[in-house]
């Protein structure tokens, strides 16, 4: 035999991070299962395929007659018994060969899946499990476990962290149905997690409903990294944008409460307060959804390594699925749909009722959808109505300050209210000698908006009361209330925080 294999390979189409080594069966070639890493790479466009050939030798079972084979096979009754062991090792090196390749180019063990048909699934089992490398799964179809009492002696620990996927027609008339379970079942004794799908009436051949559980699973072993992150940095980028707009449109809503109440609709004013309310939860909601998606990107390599999730990342992962159906991000869903993908159907159900308790607790409270307390409604009434100057109290209040009982309420508060209030003096009239332009200015500035910065830090602030600001000097006056700025990042920066920052940010959430 020859110390190497000649294989097909399908490139990938987009930048190539990861590889699937799909192995054939007896008397076929790489150029047989071709077809199908083309249809499969319309699908994976980062994947690399590597179709091998295997070296041609004579084989008993077809009356000693020379063809590609992996290994001799003696008898398909006896198909355990009286095996070439000795075949199977020389696969076995040139196997390894081709893996070591794809991990010399720079793709990583935990990126490539090693699978095969027939006697090409038998020898992704016998090479994938004596691998010191954990692979991101094995894939076998149609094939069967060679050698099972020595080879689960040699099976080592990387191998047992690898996902095995297994299909197998119920008709087969080559390798019997009854050696596909007997596969899966001494796997999983053996400690080894097993997809094992059966597909009714089909023989030693493939389907398409076999095809597309197979896409399935590459795609859950080997998600586009790439995709995932500016999944996270357009979902981060989207939530910042409505945070801001949401907190502008809650200040011009906070104007026209304070105005009912200075006209005595305070009935009116309690009932819109509750939906400025809803707008600051929200607020504060998609602010920590925000910091997770963060986190996420910032751990994306972790999360491509692992095939369950990380204890540190559990929190992050089940509130972004959480929030992905109830903050209306497009990028959140499809976020979703990846972290479902890579960790299964079970861990979204259960993120997305909660049901596994992993869920960031102030977020639940912040989406939760129960009204606003009567007595928060009236901290928030109060409040703007000191903010904008208004002679307003609810009736029975016995404060005597204009921010009074709003200190002992300042835990019950969802969100920080900043309001810059109007001057506490009247600005003197500019002398006669001042330009028309200063008036101007003058009288802009007299009928503004309070401004309300965008909190930027995920730690609440206790609500205190309004402070009177400072006159200013009516030529220094801006025309328009002024607006928060965020630092933007230095050059070069791609605007993902650091891993200290993202942990100091956590640490003061869950202190909450």
């Known amino acids: 035999m020859n110390s190497s294999l000649s294989s097909v390979v399908v490139r990938a189409k987009a930048r190539h991070t990861a590889s699937v080594i799909f192995i054939h069966g007896l008397g076929d070639t790489g150029y047989g299962w071709e077809p199908v890493a083309q249809l499969l790479s319309r699908s994976l466009p980062h994947v690399k395929f590597v179709l091998p050939t295997a070296p041609e030798q004579p084989v008993t079972l077809n009356g000693g007659f020379r063809m590609p084979s992996w290994f001799d096979i003696r008898s398909l009754n006896k198909i355990a018994v009286d095996e ?5 090792n020389a696969s076995l090196r040139r196997l390894n060969e081709l893996v070591r390749a794809e991990i010399d180019s720079g793709i990583p063990a935990k990126r490539i899946v090693l ?28 094939g069967y476990l060679p050698v099972r009492e020595r080879i689960m002696a040699r099976a080592t620990d990387a191998s047992k962290r690898t996902p095995i996927f297994q299909a197998h027609g119920t008709a087969d008339e080559v390798v019997l149905y009854q050696y596909g379970e007997m596969t899966a079942e001494a796997l999983r004794q053996s400690g080894y997690a097993v997809d094992f799908h059966s597909y009714r009436h089909m023989g030693h051949s493939s389907c398409d409903e076999e095809l597309r559980d197979l896409l399935a699973f590459l795609t859950k072993c080997l998600p586009e990294q790439d995709k995932f992150k500016v999944e996270l940095k357009l979902a981060s980028s989207r939530l910042r944008l409505l945070q801001e707009k949401q907190t502008a449109l809650s200040t011009r809503a906070r104007r026209g409460i304070s105005e009912l109440l200075e006209s005595g609709k305070a009935a ?28 996420l990107c910032t751990r994306a390599g972790l999360i491509d390594q692992s095939a369950t999730v990380d204890p540190g990342l559990g929190e992050a992962v089940s509130s ?33 009722d909660n049901a596994d308790g992993r869920v960031n607790a102030r ?19 109060k409040e703007i109505a000191a903010a904008y100057r208004v002679d307003w109290a609810p009736e029975g209040d016995d404060d005597d300050a204009p921010s009074g009982g709003l200190r002992e309420l300042a835990a019950a508060v969802p969100s920080p209210i900043e309001v810059t209030p109007a001057d506490s003096e009247p600005q003197e009239p500019p002398s006669s000698g001042a330009k028309g ?34 006159p200013a000097d009516a030529a220094t006056k801006q025309d328009k209330a002024p607006v928060a700025k965020q630092d933007k990042a230095p050059p070069g920066d791609s605007g993902v925080p650091t891993m200290d920052e993202l942990q100091r940010r956590l640490e003061a959430l869950r202190r909450l």
């Open 268 to 295: 009116s004013a309690a009932v819109r307060v509750e939906g400025i309310i809803r707008d600051d939860l929200h607020v504060e909601a998609m602010e920590i959804v925000e910091l997770f998606c963060e986190l």
């Open 84 to 88: 070439d062991e000795d075949g199977m």
């Open 363 to 381: 977020l639940v409270q912040k989406l939760s959808l129960d009204p606003p307390s009567e007595r928060l409604v009236r901290v928030y009434l």
């Open 437 to 470: 332009s200063d008036s101007a200015k003058e009288s802009d500035s007299e009928t503004q908006l309070p401004s309300v910065p965008v909190p930027r830090d995920p730690t609440p602030r206790a609500l205190e009361p309004a402070t009177v600001a400072e």
């Open 115 to 142: 699978g095969g048909f027939s006697q090409g699934g038998a020898m992704s089992l016998f090479t994938g499990l004596q691998l010191e490398h954990q692979l991101a799964g094995l894939a076998v179809l149609s």
């Open 320 to 352: 972004v699925i959480y929030a992905s159906g109830r903050i209306d991000i497009k990028e959140l869903p499809r976020i979703r749909d990846m972290l479902g993908a890579k960790y299964g159907k079970d861990v979204v159900a259960g993120a997305m």
